[in-house]
C-alpha cells in the first residue's frame, strides 16, 4: 500500500504564491504516476497537474504559466508550485498516485483559499 500526505495549504492574497508538498510512504516502488487534483466548492473533483508514466508534466489549461508540478524522487515526496493565485484556484487539493497492481491512492487533501 500507499500513504499520501499533502501540507503547504493555507489561506492566501489574490496573486500570491504556495507551495504543496506530498509526501509518499509504503510501496512506493509501484507508483506509476502522480498528481495533483483538485475540488473547488460545489464543483467536482478536475485535474490540476500531473506526470505521465514517462515523466511528462500535464497541466489544466487554467493553471498553465502559473504552477509547477516537480518531484524528489530521493525524498519520495511531490510538490505543487502555485504562483500568482486567483481567487478561482480556492479548493482543496488532493495528491494522487497509480500504484501497479493495486489502483489508484489518495491523501487526505489540503485546503487552499485565496482571497481577492
Request: include cysteine; aromatic fraction near 10%; charge should be positive.
Amino acid at each position: 500500500q500507499v500513504q499520501l500526505v499533502e501540507s503547504g495549504g493555507g489561506l492566501v492574497q489574490a496573486g500570491g504564491s504556495l507551495r504543496l508538498s506530498c509526501a509518499a510512504s509504503g510501496d512506493t516502488s509501484n507508483i506509476l504516476t502522480m498528481g495533483w487534483y483538485r475540488r473547488a466548492p460545489g464543483k467536482q473533483r478536475e485535474l490540476a497537474a500531473a506526470f505521465t508514466s514517462i515523466g511528462i508534466a500535464n497541466y489544466a489549461d487554467s493553471v498553465k504559466g502559473r504552477f509547477t508540478i516537480s518531484r524528489d524522487n530521493a525524498k519520495n515526496t511531490l510538490y505543487l508550485q502555485m504562483n500568482s493565485l486567483k481567487p478561482e484556484d480556492t479548493a482543496v487539493y488532493f495528491c494522487n498516485a497509480y500504484v501497479n497492481g493495486v489502483g489508484y491512492a489518495w491523501g487526505q487533501g489540503t485546503q487552499v483559499t485565496v482571497s481577492s
